[in-house]
């Protein structure tokens, strides 16, 4: 599934462990995710979402994705051509790199959520200088 | 691997995922006319009509306007997308989902439409086409008339 390159969306209503309140199906946004030497960067299609409804946590390790997404057409609408549904996208990951997550920051451009995701100093790279006596 | 997406707990789960997955591609080609691009990477469409027009929508996050090119060319409308790649030199991809790259997808009209009067809205990456219907193609509410 997470080969898949269609830009269909995937339905994802098994992939959540936790339930949710809101009934009605939701997607799997595609991500791509980026490692640098000092952070991690999620990039998630979440076509249609409203800055001001996706939600981000990151709890214990796990990060999850949620963005609500309203219906666009009337119920009723008679479809031509339906090759994809509107809902809700939600995503989790675990996240093994310890995280600042106090640094955590998000932006939304173009349908397109961006997370920053800092590493603790910890565990970034660190050259380490060899001397000789 | 850093990351670790939450899969299904059991395996019937994923055969219905599958089995999802087969019947949403037999789908995805029924309405399809002289398409000539391979299923993997097009863009999905739902159509629908309005009294007054025929309306195209489609989710393409990423794309910027300048990435789209929409036209109306007789009864078919052609969406040429370029979605740029942003891969960077000296980063690890644990994950590589989005699609880039070019889709191209024609669709043949239900009706004929007004050309000249087509509208393309691009929004939170969804693109929303509005193409008028041809006078002809309006539905006419005809006054009866009748003698004396």
Same mark, same amino acid.
């Given at each position: 599934m997470a080969e898949e390159s269609n830009m269909a969306k995937t339905a994802?209503?098994?992939?959540?462990s936790a339930e949710h309140t809101r009934c009605g199906c939701h997607f799997r946004p595609n991500v791509d995710i980026i490692e640098r030497a000092d952070e991690l960067v999620v990039l998630a299609d979440v076509p249609g979402a409203r800055p001001e409804s996706i939600d981000v946590d990151f709890e214990d390790g796990t990060l999850a994705i949620h963005a609500r997404v309203d219906p666009?057409?009337?119920?009723g609408v008679e479809y031509r051509v339906h090759e994809y549904g509107v809902g809700d996208y939600y995503r989790t990951f675990h996240v093994s790199e310890a995280i600042d997550a106090g640094k955590i920051t998000a932006e939304y451009n173009d349908g397109v959520l961006t997370l920053h995701l800092p590493k603790t100093e910890a565990t970034k790279p660190r050259k380490i200088s060899v001397k000789t006596r | 691997m850093v990351f670790r997406s939450v899969q299904p707990r059991y395996p019937v789960h994923q055969l219905r995922q599958e089995i999802d997955r087969l019947f949403n591609g037999m789908l995805n080609t029924a309405? @399809?006319?002289?398409?000539?691009?391979?299923?993997?990477g097009r863009p999905a469409l739902n159509v629908w009509e309005t009294k007054e027009a025929v309306l195209v929508e489609t989710e393409l996050p990423?794309?910027?306007? @300048?990435q789209l090119d929409v036209s109306v060319i007789g009864d078919e409308l052609s969406l040429k997308v370029e979605r740029s790649d942003v891969e960077q030199e000296g980063v690890t991809y644990h994950r590589r989902e989005r699609p880039v790259g070019s889709f191209a997808r024609v669709v043949r009209l239900p009706v004929p439409v007004d050309a000249g009067r087509v509208e393309a809205d691009l929004r939170n990456g969804v693109l929303t086409i509005t193409l008028p219907k041809a006078e002809s193609a309006r539905p006419r509410k005809i006054q009866v008339s009748s003698a004396g």
């Amino acid at each position: 599934m997470a080969e898949e390159s269609n830009m269909a969306k995937t339905a994802a209503e098994e992939v959540s462990s936790a339930e949710h309140t809101r009934c009605g199906c939701h997607f799997r946004p595609n991500v791509d995710i980026i490692e640098r030497a000092d952070e991690l960067v999620v990039l998630a299609d979440v076509p249609g979402a409203r800055p001001e409804s996706i939600d981000v946590d990151f709890e214990d390790g796990t990060l999850a994705i949620h963005a609500r997404v309203d219906p666009r057409q009337d119920p009723g609408v008679e479809y031509r051509v339906h090759e994809y549904g509107v809902g809700d996208y939600y995503r989790t990951f675990h996240v093994s790199e310890a995280i600042d997550a106090g640094k955590i920051t998000a932006e939304y451009n173009d349908g397109v959520l961006t997370l920053h995701l800092p590493k603790t100093e910890a565990t970034k790279p660190r050259k380490i200088s060899v001397k000789t006596r | 691997m850093v990351f670790r997406s939450v899969q299904p707990r059991y395996p019937v789960h994923q055969l219905r995922q599958e089995i999802d997955r087969l019947f949403n591609g037999m789908l995805n080609t029924a309405g @399809e006319v002289g398409w000539p691009w391979p299923v993997r990477g097009r863009p999905a469409l739902n159509v629908w009509e309005t009294k007054e027009a025929v309306l195209v929508e489609t989710e393409l996050p990423g794309v910027k306007p @300048e990435q789209l090119d929409v036209s109306v060319i007789g009864d078919e409308l052609s969406l040429k997308v370029e979605r740029s790649d942003v891969e960077q030199e000296g980063v690890t991809y644990h994950r590589r989902e989005r699609p880039v790259g070019s889709f191209a997808r024609v669709v043949r009209l239900p009706v004929p439409v007004d050309a000249g009067r087509v509208e393309a809205d691009l929004r939170n990456g969804v693109l929303t086409i509005t193409l008028p219907k041809a006078e002809s193609a309006r539905p006419r509410k005809i006054q009866v008339s009748s003698a004396g």
